[in-house]
């Protein structure tokens, strides 16, 4: 079975940076896409990045382009979102997730595996 785990998350002051990870095991990241999602306190959960699976797509929520790069290192089966500059407005929790197709997608519900989340918390 695919288990995918977050970690990275914390507490860091606007406009620091976070690099959040995503492990996975059962199956490959490398030729799937991969997301990440989040959701803030009393939101609903947003997209905020994608990879497809050859690489050679990125999509990103205008709210954290030029800000968040999403990658994926397939020797360790990771997916990462490096975040910089962050701002008060970009807390909640992160979720990683992957689906059985390459193309990459902002629809929530086209992803087949999903990881617990992480917190992330930027104070002001």
């Known amino acids: 079975q695919v288990q995918l785990v977050e970690s990275g998350g914390g507490l860091v002051q606007a406009g620091g940076s976070l690099r959040l990870s995503c492990a996975a095991s059962g199956r490959t990241v490398g030729g799937y896409a991969v997301a990440w999602f989040r959701q803030a306190p009393e939101n609903d959960r947003e997209f905020a990045a994608a990879l497809s699976g050859s690489g050679g797509f990125i999509d990103y929520a205008d709210s954290v382009k030029g800000r968040f790069t999403i990658s994926r290192d397939s020797t360790k089966n990771t997916v990462y979102l490096q975040m910089n500059s962050l701002k008060p407005e970009d807390t909640g929790i992160y979720y990683c997730?992957?689906?059985?197709?390459?193309?990459?997608?902002?629809?929530?519900?086209?992803?087949?595996?999903w990881g617990q989340g992480t917190q992330v918390t930027v104070s002001s």
């Open positions: 997730a992957t689906r059985s197709k390459s193309l990459a997608t902002r629809s929530i519900a086209l992803y087949d595996y």
